[in-house]
């Protein structure tokens, strides 16, 4: 089981309190940096309800890097296939999805770094969200 992670840097996973991602409520991830050459993939979980009312989420995903400096990209995420299929694994009326929105990207600084990433959907609150989560893996060219 564990040659199955030997790629990843980090991985968390963040329980939304109440199941409801409130736009004013990010979830935030701190990692420690210390490889400049390596290319990475980076990837967001999420963990919904089968009742989520979109196909997709959209998320601020904010970068504070180790000299302060900030950056901000705004990530799409699709969880349904154009015929209403969720597209992650489910279990009964759960599912995960692991979205890759980052390939082979190396980090610029070693130190550390803060990754904060915020529901932009149309809503201040955000039902049947239950987890965010963040994993960065090096990069395995195929």
Known sequence: MSSCDQTRVFEDNIAIENNVWKSTAPV???VDIADTTSGNNFY???RHAEGYQYSNLYVFMKTKFP???TAQDTVELVLQDPNGKWTGSGLGDIWDSQIMFKRNLRFPLKGKYEFSVYQAMQTP???MIMEVGMRIEKYQPE
């Open 28 to 30: 935030t991830f701190a």
């Open 44 to 46: 967001l979980n999420i």
């Open 67 to 69: 000299n302060g400096k």
């Open 125 to 127: 609150e955000l039902p």
